[in-house]
């Protein structure tokens, strides 16, 4: 069974400082997604990571897929207080492609 | 298009009364899918639908909970005889599944349910 861990589940950081939340899953898939959701609120799609070696950037948000080591990891970039939201990393599964889900991380950026 | 919608948004019932939430996808997509959310957890996978066929229904889902995708368009999500433990927020989501192409998953805004 396909199963998705991240780490930390809460951070709490400054503003201004770079951090980096990290998504272990534990079988093979084509596909990794990086969520934020914001309290109350549905969620809303941040990242899509196809392969091997995948890079993306929207502002202060990196995210980077290493399919051998099955991790992504969600760099943060001179974080400031709009960042404050949990972020969910989720990954294809089976052949249905329904998403398995990881806790999330709340993260709440302080000034 | 405006997106996933969701309807209502907020439902309050008590214990042993039937809801029925409804959902109306983006248009072009054929996939429609059920979570259900608690607090501090992610999205639990619920059932699935590809265009109106039922294709999947987790087997944490006990027979109170029916939905249906008539036509194909948008879709139903019926509890019956609801217990405080159903309380959660129940998210719909939808995408255009092309095989090899996996289109993105788009999320509405939620329909919250307090079981009293």
């Known amino acids: 069974e396909l199963k998705v861990e991240q780490n930390p589940l809460f951070l709490s950081m400054q503003e201004g400082k770079n951090y980096t939340i990290y998504c272990n899953y534990s079988?093979?898939?084509?596909?990794l997604y990086w969520y934020r959701q914001d309290p109350g609120k549905s969620l809303e799609s941040l990242f899509v990571l196809l392969s091997n070696g995948a890079v993306k950037q929207e502002g202060r948000l990196m995210a980077s897929l290493d399919t051998k080591a099955r991790l992504s990891t969600l760099h943060i970039t001179a974080a400031v207080h709009d960042l404050s939201a949990t972020y969910f990393c989720a990954v294809n599964a089976g052949n249905n492609r329904k998403l398995i889900w990881g806790l999330g991380t709340s993260l709440a950026v302080n000034p | 298009d405006t997106g996933v919608s969701q309807d209502p948004r907020h439902k309050i019932t008590k214990r042993g009364q039937n809801v029925t939430f409804r959902c109306d996808p983006i248009?072009?997509?054929?996939?429609l899918y059920w979570y259900r959310q608690t607090l501090g957890q992610g999205p639990e996978f619920l059932t699935y639908f590809q265009n109106e066929a039922q294709l999947e229904k987790s087997r944490l889902l006990s027979d109170r909970f029916s939905a249906e995708r008539p036509k194909g368009s948008f879709s139903t999500l019926e509890i019956q005889r609801t217990e405080q433990g159903d309380s959660a927020m129940y998210l719909c989501?939808?995408?255009?599944?092309?095989?090899?192409?996996?289109?993105?998953?788009?999320f509405g805004e939620g329909s919250r349910l307090t079981v009293l």
């Open positions: 248009s072009e997509h054929n996939r």
């Open positions: 989501a939808s995408r255009l599944w092309t095989p090899p192409l996996t289109g993105e998953l788009f």
């Open positions: 079988t093979t898939s084509d596909r």
